[in-house]
Structures are given as structure tokens and as C-alpha cells.
């Protein structure tokens, strides 16, 4: 997967500050993960824009899958956040994607959790960030979106992670700190739970 | 095969992880049973509304909140102490170094305003309590308000070196399983309950300088477990909640 680093914003370049030189003279546009991780620990900011653009939808779709579309943003940029100022931890042991996931999950549940002490910020906002129009039924998908958000966090990501993403239970496991058999009795509960929600609607779109 | 059991595998059945003689099993319970059969295709349905949702994409603005982040807790980073972002670059020495400077820092004060009620700080922290070694000539009540400066030292000392480990391993946190956050939040409730409780029972006015000797050893005791869970030794749990 490739970026072009055209698509920057201009007005980042007030931010940018000068850091070390990476090995070729300029960030890397075409590399692997570990390049990648290497050249951020060193504080490329062009690296680090890269590595944004390289994962930005896969841990906005989870986010926003799990903590609902008003506190979808927020939650994204403390994951980003935590995933620069903690890569020097990150020592490879698994995949950068699986890595990254876990801190997007970890992030949405911390935040799920806060927000249920507080219950004046349960109710989801009225508005929401523009959503890419969802490819079959846009009401029930609607729905669907509805109802995982009255999942219990712990099945919501795992759901949201093996059918929404299509990471396989081994992975899920990785990101989620459990045993493979646990995230195939959480999936099986929460589609359940969601056949129970949405109920005859999904005979009816077939 | 009943409908309970079919039921039960659903997911295990759409997902292609059953074996041919099973799969079989539940494919002729699902000609016979028109229920489970709606089920399974209530099912297949949420999977592939699932599985067809177009990937998300965040607004423009959310790199530079990222980046703007990212550039101030750099600047938070210069402002720090240098002491202390040594001591973050050797995060993995600084529980050592907390008992370190809690063990060299130990004194024995002998509090001896009479004969009869001598003392010894055993594990005292502070600079102050170095100097703190008293003589039977020295004026009873000047020992006693330096014996409670010491131990108030002590205390604070060993308070600060918890504190700084215990925002250490928060950074942590995020890369943490729900379930081992809650391990280490039970652990960290746990001391802060024992030192509590420890507190209580000693009361602050004593100057029994050994009936502290229980806090000590459990402020030790979670710096100890501060210090393995910022080196990865982490509490092993078992499944997901």
C-alpha cells in the first residue's frame, strides 16, 4: 500500500520541524512497516504522515465502529498519538497492523468505559463526520451501526474486527489479549445479539 | 442434530470452520427445520451487510490535530527536568533506582529522649534524616519534631518515586488487554488500600519508629511490581471478559 505524500497539508508545514536526515535524503514513500517504524522513531515528520495515511482508515472504521460516530475523531488522534510516542516500544514481537489495532481498540474501550461514568455523554451526537455511503442498503447499514452501539464494548470489537475488518479469529485474538476459542464465543454471542436487533430486516434485504 | 445445537453452530458453520461430516449434519437439520433455517439466514445476511461496509475515512483536519499533538507533548518533553527525562530514557531502571535511593538513604536513628524509649529508623528515606542521629544530651522535644520530619520524609519520598512509576506505566496502558488493566488496576487498588489501612493503624503522631515498617515494606513491595510491570512483566490472565 502507497501514499502520496502530495495529498499533505499545506498548513502542516508550520508544524513541521526539522529532523534527523533518513538514510536516502527524504522519507520513504514506497516502504515496508519496519522502514517505516524506523525512520518515525527518528522523528521524520514526513515518515509519520505516511504512516497516518497508511492505516488512517483502518483504525477510523474500527473506532468509529466501536465509540460511535460523535467521539470517532478524538479517539483516532489519541491512538495516533500513543502509537508515535510509543513506538520506541514497539519492538516487532507482532505485526505493526496487529500493534496498531490493539492501542485503537484498547483507545476506544478506555473511552467507551470514561464515557459510561459519564452518562450526560452517553447519547450519541446529532451530528456526525461525513460516513462513505455504504454499498448496499443505506438504512439498514444505518441501523447495523445502531445497534453494535448497543453491544457490550467487549463484543462490538470483536465483531467490528473479524466482520467489518475481516481479521481472522488469530488475529483478533492478538489484538483483543485472548484465546482464540474466546473470540469465537464472543463473535457467535454478539451476532446473535445483533440477529436479535435487526431481525427480519436482514431476510428482507436478501 | 436438535435446533439447539445447530444453533449454537451458527457462526462456526457460516465461517467455513466446521468439518465436512458436521457441516453435513447441520445442512440436513437445515432442510428439515424452516426456523433454523430462517436463523441461519438472518445470520449470512448480518455477514455480508457487514462485510460490504465501505472502509471510513476521517476528516482532513485530524492529521493536524495529530501532528499538533505530537508537537506540543515534544515541547512538554523539553520543558521536563533533565533529571527526569533521564530517568524516563532508563524507565526500566527507575523502580530500582526509587528503592536505591530508599535503601542508601536509610538511617539508623536512635531517638533518645530518655533511656527507655530509643528507636531505630530501619528504612527511612531522605536527606534529612541523615543527620538526624541524636545524642542523650540533645533537647527531647527538638529529637521528636526531627523524628517526625524524617518519617514524613520518608513517606513523601517513597509517595513521589510511586507516583512517577505509577504515570510511567499509564503511557503503558494503551497497548494493555482489557483484562490486564484490570489485573493491574486491581493490583494498584490493592496496595493503595493496604497502605491505607497500614496508615490508619500506625496513626501519624507515633514516633515508633519500627511500627512503620509495614507501610515501608508495602510501598516497596508495589514499587517492586511497578518496576516489573514497566519492564513487560505484566499480570497473566486467563480469557477476555
Known amino acids: ?206 | 442434530m436438535h435446533c439447539k445445537e445447530a444453533q449454537r453452530k451458527s457462526s462456526a458453520y457460516l465461517d467455513g470452520e466446521l468439518g465436512d461430516e458436521q457441516s453435513s449434519a447441520v445442512r440436513g437439520h437445515l432442510r428439515q427445520c424452516q426456523t433454523c433455517e430462517h436463523l441461519f439466514e438472518e445470520e449470512s445476511a448480518f455477514i455480508e451487510l457487514a462485510s460490504s461496509l465501505e472502509p471510513l475515512e476521517p476528516t482532513d483536519h485530524v492529521w493536524e490535530q495529530i501532528s499538533k499533538r505530537i508537537a506540543e507533548e515534544e515541547i512538554a518533553d523539553s520543558d521536563r527536568p533533565s533529571w527526569r527525562r533521564w530517568l524516563t530514557d532508563r524507565r526500566l531502571l527507575l523502580g530500582g533506582f526509587g528503592v536505591a535511593v530508599c535503601a542508601t538513604a536509610a538511617v539508623a536513628l536512635v531517638v533518645s529522649g530518655d533511656a527507655t524509649s530509643s528507636q531505630t529508623l530501619a528504612s527511612g528515606t531522605g536527606e534529612d534524616a541523615g543527620s538526624l542521629t541524636a545524642s542523650a544530651s540533645v533537647d527531647p522535644q527538638t529529637v521528636a519534631q526531627e523524628t517526625t520530619q524524617a518519617l514524613s520524609d520518608a513517606d513523601r519520598n517513597y509517595q513521589e518515586t510511586i507516583a512517577e512509576l505509577r504515570e510511567m506505566l499509564e503511557e503503558d496502558r494503551a497497548s494493555w488487554s482489557a483484562e490486564v488493566a484490570l489485573a493491574v488496576d486491581a493490583k494498584l487498588a490493592h496496595f493503595r488500600r493496604s497502605a491505607t489501612r497500614e496508615r490508619f493503624a500506625v496513626g501519624d503522631a507515633t514516633l515508633l519508629v519500627a511500627s512503620r515498617d509495614p507501610i515501608y515494606a508495602t510501598y516497596r513491595e508495589e514499587i517492586s511490581f511497578l518496576q516489573s510491570a514497566l519492564a513487560g512483566e505484566l499480570p497473566r490472565v486467563g480469557g477476555m471478559q
Open chain 1, 1 to 206: 500500500m502507497s501514499l502520496r505524500i502530495s495529498e499533505a497539508h499545506s498548513s502542516l508545514k508550520a508544524l513541521a520541524i526539522v529532523g534527523p536526515k533518513s538514510r536516502s535524503g527524504t522519507a520513504p514513500i514506497e516502504t515496508d512497516d519496519a522502514e517505516l517504524v524506523e525512520a518515525c522513531r527518528r522523528g521524520e515528520s514526513k515518515a509519520m504522515e505516511l504512516l497516518y495515511h497508511r492505516y488512517k482508515r483502518r483504525v477510523f472504521g474500527l473506532v468509529t465502529r466501536i465509540v460511535g460516530p460523535s467521539d470517532s475523531e478524538e479517539v483516532v488522534q489519541e491512538t495516533f498519538v500513543r502509537i508515535f510516542r510509543g513506538l520506541a516500544k514497539f519492538r516487532g514481537d507482532s505485526q505493526l497492523s496487529t500493534w496498531i489495532y490493539r492501542l485503537a481498540v484498547n483507545c476506544s474501550l478506555s473511552h467507551v468505559s470514561k464515557r459510561k461514568r459519564r452518562p450526560e455523554c452517553e447519547e450519541l451526537s446529532e451530528h456526525e463526520p461525513a460516513e462513505a455511503p455504504p454499498s448496499r442498503d443505506p438504512a439498514l447499514s444505518k441501523r447495523l451501526q445502531e445497534a453494535l452501539l448497543t453491544l457490550p464494548a467487549g463484543y462490538r470489537a470483536v465483531l467490528v474486527l473479524h466482520d467489518i475488518e475481516g481479521q481472522s479469529h488469530e488475529q483478533c485474538a492478538k489484538i483483543l489479549g485472548c484465546r482464540i476459542g474466546t473470540s469465537k464465543s464472543q463473535l457467535h454471542k454478539a451476532r446473535m445479539r445483533m440477529r436479535e436487533i435487526l431481525g427480519s430486516s436482514l431476510r428482507a434485504e436478501e
